[in-house]
């Protein structure tokens, strides 16, 4: 490993729990409905997180439990089998049900697994019931997507095709555009976990090469290998260096030919610098302070650091998987501040004692920091955004300058012209 | 156990956050796992508050519920205190933590320290967001002035002052309370009444303690204030008034109220029709257009009732539905409906709202954010007059629902996403000429041509189906559609609905022109 310091901290946190994951799951999986068996504190939050209203019939609810669920757990489980069969009644398009664990069904130990299972004999196959953890004591934020991948490797069938699996979930578009790279560079048999269908799961076995788009993967990926699939080890597909890196690592792991990658990337690469010029102009020798929320801070805080000149003043991150993280702390700047873990009131006053330029943060704390004249980019919007790969280097990099380009347009006196 | 895909109130703490957020030098210790840290968004996001809400949340993570999770309780209650130095406490916790039962509020009774703590106990599986706000506002006032002692107090005449009011119940995340505060000083100062304090919003510990100073309590909000306002009459003879000034009448009777309660002459300027601009404009041959206007009304309790008198009495509307999501203002509400010849919806269910608003046929929707997007879908004008709050509900300029400004406020805001009258008038009369597209609306809310688009492939859809299914459904003539067509589209599903009903009860095969009429006459009868 680099240089860089790893610190451990505890206390308050200020962390989304894994249940926000379905904001994104559903999307992308439009046959599946999330349903939460939870509180109305849940129903709460993921209707605050996701702007629900905007949907007639949102893919995602929650079962919320009453003083009487409490009481009797046997009674819990045909409460929850009721609820779903009216569900499914109601929505007969839906083919994958995703039965959510959270914070107070974990705490009173409903087995949902059992439910699952029994659910699974009685609808024969019509629908198919899985479930996981997004509880607040167990996950974070998009942790909740590790558990709902888990949760589906069971299902995937066995294959000794050769081919390359993307994990995690990418903006279409963004999927579209890296599967015609790998195309091009002949690797023709590429496939995406999790599918756009819940139904079409990719097939698996001894010859399937696993690239991770996202960092926070650590229980599907180890399933994955379980399966016997090997895991490529390279830093994710954020900026130009790491999506290159990435692609990379992918042809090496297929054998081919170095020539032939440089001559599909290099034109890629040096586009991409072009249009990520003007935002290192305004994003070099600024302080960065990244607060830990979406595991995606590490790659960030890489790619500012190292392509567009940032000066990283202290990494969050809710935890450290050094296996998956090696690759990306590799690549930091020596004496990078890494802090795993979080005591949110002494973490902000160091963000007030370091003045930075900019901080990645949770929506909770973006305007109390904009009130004290500190920039803000919210670190939800990365888990929305096609920001992977070597094309949306540029697009990545704007979602950081812009907040600073609108702090010089909204102040001009401070601003310093250079 | 309940499916619910949206709902409109959150859990009781965050009522609770609601009061600690909307006061001063008070912090709240909420033993609640971190995903329980979302609530502050509530505030930083929809309020635009540029500070934290003063709550520190312990946290706790699976890993800990082996151990000592009272410890970590403790040790995040004294950080709470040395950092932030409060004058008052509120302990509580979430769902989760209820379940564990590490009675925080004991726990921090118990470790010395020298402010008062409120220990909260809201029931996070039975109860909701106004019911926890309610209660930790009564929790804070009963804590505070338990020890206040009822010394000869003497009337505002006695002392030769000018009589003060508290204005109880107005919080961060209740509908427009920011300026409704400033409407009601200002109204009241107009009549000589001073406001002695203002809470929970913009109210320390130290406030409350004042409130015995008031000659009676404004029970402005009566889903946050009017437990307390009961609790401080019965304890500390506190008379409150419970008229809540929404609307010109309601204004009126309130400043009534408050002058009969305090003891004072009625002034004559209470009564006069100047006072807001709703009565004349309402009263301009411009609004004769309004008249029976039918409008579907839900939203809380208290907004809901005085929306319901507003466009009943004041605008000349239709009141065709009322409801509310507040079981607590269930019992009020309920009569109200009756006076108006319908029955209450009672629901937490905005899918069953959606279905009462379609079933209703209204030409303008009262509710909450739901509502709107459930009207936009149904291309009907919706205008909000309730939480749950959205970022809409907070504009930057000035913008009361009490008081005289807030009636001026209420009429813009209801009747500018109608179709002006001028207007109606003008596409009444030229709507059989050819330039005239039928749906085309110059105003917000309306789908314009596209919501007529809907209600065409509506009909051809009708059509296709009928000529190749039963016999028994009645089946429309080119004729009996061509009628159809000219009845304005926000009522023609009703219209439709209603005459196949009347077909299928007269037994008629075929609807035509004539059909519809008879329909019409049958159903007016």
Redesign the interface.
Known sequence: MSGATLLKES??????????SIVWLHRRMPDAFFLVV????????I???AG???F???R????????R??AGLAD?HD??N??VK??LSRRPEIKTLFLVGS??S???KIDLSRVAENLNIELKGQVTVLNYSG????T?FTQGEDGALKALIPLMPTSDQKKLLLVGTLANAVEDRLTSIFNRLGIENVESFPPRQSTELPSIGPETKVLLTQPYLTDTARELKNKGAEIIEAPFPLGVTGSTLWIQAAANSFGIEKSLVDSILNPLISRAKQALAPHVEKLSGKKLFLLPESQLEIPLARFLSNECGMEIIEIGTPYLNRDLMKAEIDLLPPDCRIVEGQHV?KQLDRVRDSSPDLVVC???????L???GISTKWSIEMVFSPIHGIDQASDLAELFSRPLRRHDILNPKTFTSN | MELTLWTYEGPPHIGAMRIATSMKKLHYVLHAPQGDTYADLLFTMIERRGSRPPVTYTTFQARDLGGDTAELVKGHLKEAVDRFNPEALLVGESCTAELIQDQPGSLAKGMGFNIPIVSLELPAYSKKENWGGSETFYQIVRNLLKDHSEESKQSWQEEKRRPRVNLLGPTLLGFRCRDDILEIQKLLGQHGIDINVVAPLGASPADIIRIPDADVNVCLYPEIAESTCIWLERNLNIPFTTTVPLGVGATQDFLRELHEVLGMEIPQSVNESNNSKLTWYSNSVDSNYLTGKRVFIFGDGTHALAAARIANEELGFKVVGLGTYSREMARKVRPAAKALGLEALITNDYLEVEEAIKETSPELVLGTQMERHSAKRLGIPCAVISTPMHVQDVPARYSPQMGWEGANVIFDDWVHPLMMGLEEHLIGMFKHDFEFVDGHQSHLGHLGGKGNQNVNQEVKTKISSDSTTSTAEPIWTNEGERELSKIPFFVRGKVRRNTENYARQAGCREINEETLYDAKAHYKA
């Open positions: 206390g308050p946190r200020e962390v989304f729990c894994g249940l926000t939870g509180s109305r504190t849940c129903a709460h939050l209707q605050s997180a629900v209203m905007i007639a019939e949102p995602f609810g929650t079962a919320i439990l009453e003083e669920d409490l819990a409460e929850l009721r609820v009216n569900l914070c107070p974990e705490v009173i509880s607040g004591i167990e974070t009131e949770g929506m909770g704390l973006a305007n109390p904009e009130a004290e």
